[in-house]
């Protein structure tokens, strides 16, 4: 049966949302089938954000639908009936999945004021304790609660959950004072017997974005980017005044509202937002339904702006209102707030006694996102120092702000320090952490060139020549990389393999007894991860250049966690096939076994006869890989890229890489249709494997 955990609040605004995450991405690390059920839903009609925010994560495979109990308008009209649907409901999520966090209601309804009696009640029906948070603010949100007032919110909760027969679990102060932490857990720890911790208000978690801005104003976006109304508003500032007393009050992400016929307000804050020596702004909001001139917009437009300006036709006090009232949420739609609550959770809340306390039992598969999870945990363990070259590409930035905000690497992104400081703030992505740096770096640039025109002086390379190369943002990082600046680098979002890799083979290259550089994938099954090579690099290798790839694919798989048992594959199994292709197979594992014996090591063998234990057994019975290889080995790059290829998308595989291995230090190749998912875990792989380079 399930263990489950019941994640309720005793009021409204208490950032639950952002504990249920936090316990969710816990879980999910080390359990295999992790479910999300919401009793008491806001409607039928309008689907509850929570619950969407929930599902939308990684490694949740369950629909909306199934997983609400009931409305409160059901609730309202029978509780009984309500809570028996509700235990019918959840019994059937249940009995799909190895534990079920399940969310309380959110006190928006004002008709109940026993709604924490009410959650108990669920809670004890349902068999699961109950991990209660409290919130750290006033439910004005005018100011942040003392340790004390904290203390009696507990003491007069906790009697409701003892009344229903609900089991505590545990206690989570929510958006807590941050410079009263330590005081805050040991007032709530004087009066409950069970865990207690506080996660500190961060006010990214509560600003609205723009796009939800817009909404609260009946707003219409005239100008700028789409791309960025994600961007969180962490300020407003009315400008009905004069240019000169505007520009003073200008914050970092704050949204100026200007009345639509001042135009030269306008003109000032789009001048000042793209200075640079002003704070970014996170939108423009033109009030009063007036309609640009059209001399103005004409030269707006020869500002390329893109900033927001959004036009409502609300006057000045009902915008304000409007923006004031207007409450920031937690949706997966904005990954820095997701990031951000993440990290916090990470932070303040140990993970591993609350896996303990709620008894969940760690898996024994591997599922893909367990494995992405053990990523970003190595990387973090002992953080390496990455170049991103690619800084003007969007997919780049965000996936560096879920990075530093994890706190997995330490980056350095090349390019203009203003133009990618100013796209990732409109993108919501705080670079704060991260290091940009030009390729065109005088000094720097003088540096890379003298070596890299002593590397290849045999090449004919001249200092001259040497100084123009190493501005390509390929050259500058991988020199980086060779010097010691950094320690890994990951490149291919916008630019070819060949580009990517090429300053690598040059100057970094292979390590002592490796002839060739190749590639792995890593093939995130449902319950397993597998190594796939080379399905990137060599066309058609030698035997001496399959048994390279065959033993550095093994000492990856090791890196990784994965006890390398390495299968030749071919067309044919054993002695059973001749023939030119067949031949190769046999004398590269020939190699393999003769350089490395200590390697466990099948071929020439057919997929099936290497991955099922029922072939295995009719075709290679006394075979110490076969039915059991983890690590798999294509002849050529035609079977390999199609095989994994066609894996990926007939099972539903997760294939993280292309992996490079062979080269003295780190750097790796993307996809140019490469997701800030992936980005990201090439980068927590990178950084592992400079961590393994460092221990040679």
């Known amino acids: 049966m399930a263990r489950s955990i019941y994640i309720t609040s005793a009021e409204g605004h208490s950032g639950k949302s952002t504990v249920a995450l936090g316990v969710l991405d816990t879980l999910l690390r080390g359990v295999e089938r992790v479910g999300v059920f919401r009793p008491v839903a806001r409607s039928t009609v309008e689907r509850d954000f929570v619950l969407e925010l929930l599902l939308a994560h990684e490694g949740v495979a369950l629909d909306y639908d199934e997983c609400v109990g ?22 059937a999520v249940e009995r799909q999945c190895d534990t079920v966090v399940i969310i309380g209601s959110d006190y928006t309804d004002v008709a109940t004021p026993t709604e924490l009696a009410y959650n108990a009640r669920i809670a004890a029906n349902l068999g699961a304790p109950v991990l209660l948070v409290l919130t750290g603010r006033e439910p004005e949100e005018t100011r942040a609660r003392t340790a004390d007032e904290l203390r009696q919110v507990a003491e007069l909760s906790i009697p409701e959950l003892s009344t229903a027969h609900a089991a505590l679990f545990a206690v989570i102060v929510n958006r807590a004072d941050s410079n009263k932490l330590d005081e805050i857990i040991a007032a709530i720890g004087a009066v409950v017997p069970v865990p207690a911790w506080a996660i500190p208000e961060d006010p990214y978690l509560v600003a609205p974005t723009v796009e939800a801005v817009m909404a609260a104003v009946d707003g219409t976006l005239i100008k700028g980017d789409a791309a960025l109304l994600g961007r969180e508003v962490v300020g407003v500032v009315l400008a009905a005044m004069s240019m000169e007393n505007v520009l003073p009050r200008l914050t970092e992400g704050s949204l100026v509202v200007i009345p639509g016929d001042r135009s030269e307000v306008l003109i000032a804050a789009l001048t000042a937002h793209a200075s640079g020596t002003f704070p970014s702004l996170s939108a423009i909001v033109l009030n009063g339904g007036f309609d640009l001139a059209p001399v103005i917009e004409r030269l707006i ?6 900033i927001p300006i959004i036009s409502t036709n609300l ?22 707030k997701v990031d951000t609550a993440l990290a916090l959770f990470e932070q303040y809340i140990d993970t591993e006694r609350l896996l303990t306390e709620l008894g969940a039992e760690e898996s024994t598969a591997v599922t893909p996102l367990m494995f992405e999870y053990g990523l970003l945990e190595r990387a973090r363990s002992d953080k390496k120092r990455i170049v991103l070259p690619e800084g003007t590409d969007d997919r780049i930035l965000q996936a560096a702000g879920t990075l530093l905000s994890r706190g997995v690497v330490e980056l350095t992104i090349l390019g203009d320090d203003t133009e990618i400081r100013k796209r990732a703030a409109g993108l919501g992505v705080d670079l704060t952490a991260a290091t940009v740096l030009s390729p065109t770096d005088p000094d720097l640039r003088e540096q890379f060139a003298v070596e890299y025109a002593r590397l290849r002086a045999h090449k004919g390379m001249t200092l001259d020549n040497a100084r123009d190369i190493v501005t390509d943002v390929s050259y500058f990082g991988t020199m980086m990389v060779h010097l010691g600046l950094a320690d890994g680098m990951v490149s291919g979002a916008a630019h070819t393999t060949a580009h990517t ?8 290259k292979t390590v002592e007894g490796v002839n060739i550089v190749s590639s792995v994938f890593f093939m995130a099954l449902d319950d397993r991860v597998l190594v796939y090579g080379d399905c990137a690099i060599v066309p058609d290798p030698t035997a001496e250049q399959l048994a390279d790839i065959a033993i550095s694919a093994a000492e990856t798989s090791v890196q990784f966690g994965i006890e390398p048992r390495i299968a030749m594959l071919s067309y044919s199994t054993g002695e059973s096939g001749s023939g030119v292709d067949v031949d190769k197979v046999r004398a590269a594992t020939a190699f393999v076994r003769e350089r490395r014996p200590d390697l466990l090591v099948e071929g020439p063998i057919q997929y099936d006869a290497a991955a099922d234990a029922a072939v295995a057994k009719a075709k290679m019975p006394e075979s110490q890989v076969a039915g059991r290889a983890t690590v798999f080995i294509f002849p050529d790059l035609n079977t390999g890229n199609n095989t994994y290829k066609a894996v990926q998308r007939s099972s539903g595989a997760v294939a993280i890489g292309p992996v490079l291995q062979g080269l003295r230090k780190p750097v790796n190749d993307l996809s140019r249709g490469a997701l800030v998912r992936d980005i990201v875990n090439t980068v927590a792989i990178t950084a592992i494997q400079a961590q393994a380079v460092e221990t040679k």
Request: aromatic share 6%; no cysteine.
């Open 301 to 306: 437009d020869g500002l390329d702006p893109t």
């Open 315 to 336: 006057g000045s006090y009902e915008t304000a209102q409007r923006i004031g009232q207007t409450r920031g949420r937690l949706s997966a739609t904005s990954q820095r």
């Open 501 to 508: 890799i090429t300053p690598a083979l040059q100057f970094i």
């Open 70 to 91: 009931v409305t409160y308008e059901e609730v309202h009209e029978n509780p009984d009936a309500a809570l028996s649907r509700i235990v019918e409901r959840f019994k």
